[in-house]
């Protein structure tokens, strides 16, 4: 009795809601029909519901397809964060170039009104002038007698012979890669052929020189890109997170590559790996620019 019962008020209930309604619209001073409409709750149900489905859709197609994307909040196009990014790098280029030139010039300054010796005037720091004709830095007689026996000594060390192919550049100015300390120097001995700096996440790194970039790409140390200077000089930067310049772009001194990664973890530290090769060699960047 019971599962008939339940048989019937399911009939019963499945018959109510396909029951067919009629919705007419009567003309008030003819009394005459002019639309008339037969209905059930189900059917009505159904239409309310994709109704309600078109216009979500129509309104997700119009979001994503027009700028009204940009306004809603936590929303940030990936064009949009690199062109922020860019011009965050392009504004503390701006600000480091200001400084420099108001450096050079309270210096100049200072020079012309006789407050202050040209020799005392303090250079870049993170750049070193080599003068080897300066006649302060000429070698005397024990020096030159001491080198002459040391390059003796070691003419067939490995290691020597590789730093023996660092040269002294004059009118070169190197700039330091990027803001930060050295954790690692180099050591060909261990095959470390440049040298690891401990520098804040999301630095900007720039070029020690002038140049080409013969090198931009990804492999296991992350983004790595090489950029190839005049008289033999080739600098490589490692353990990059994302890189600005492209193959085959022209690049100035000091301007941005890329912004470092890999950042250490509970440090708030990220690590850049530089390396500078004279000639097929590598040699210690620590002769050439002031850390």
Do not use: C
Not at 66 to 94: H, W
Not at 160 to 186: D, I, Q, W, Y
Request: no cysteine.
């Amino acid at each position: 009795m019971n599962r008939r019962r339940d048989k019937k008020k399911k009939h019963d209930f499945w018959k109510r809601i396909h029951f067919k309604y009629k919705v007419s619209i009567i003309n008030e001073n003819t009394l005459s029909e002019t639309w008339k409409m037969r209905i059930s709750w189900f059917s009505g149900a159904v239409v309310v519901v994709a109704f309600a489905l078109l216009l979500i859709s129509l309104t997700s197609i119009i979001i994503i397809s027009t700028p009204i994307r940009n306004y809603l909040p936590g929303y940030l196009d990936s064009e949009i964060r690199e062109q922020a990014i860019r011009s965050a790098i392009q504004v503390d280029s701006l600000e480091r170039s200001g400084q420099y030139q108001e450096a050079y010039l309270q210096n100049i300054r200072l020079a012309f009104e006789g407050k202050v010796q040209t020799d005392s005037i303090k250079y870049l720091p993170d750049s070193m002038l080599v003068a080897p004709d300066d006649k302060l830095l000429l070698p005397s007689d024990a020096e030159r007698e001491f080198v002459e026996n040391y390059e003796e000594e070691e003419k067939y060390n490995i290691q020597s012979a590789a730093n023996s192919a660092t040269p002294m550049v004059e009118g070169m100015t190197f700039f330091r890669p990027v803001k930060g300390l050295v954790k690692r120097p180099f050591d060909i001995g261990a095959r470390h052929f440049g040298i690891d700096m401990i520098t804040a996440p999301k630095e900007s790194v720039v070029a020690t020189l002038e140049g080409t970039v013969v090198f931009a790409g990804y492999d296991a140390d992350g983004y790595v890109i090489q950029v190839q200077h005049k008289n033999g000089f080739i600098s490589i930067y490692k353990n990059n997170a994302m890189l600005l310049k492209d193959l085959g772009d022209r690049v100035s001194t000091g301007e941005a590559l890329a912004i470092v990664g890999k950042e250490e973890k509970g440090q708030g530290k990220a690590n850049l790996h530089f390396e500078l090769w004279y000639k097929g060699s590598p040699v210690n960047p620590e002769n050439y620019i002031s850390f």
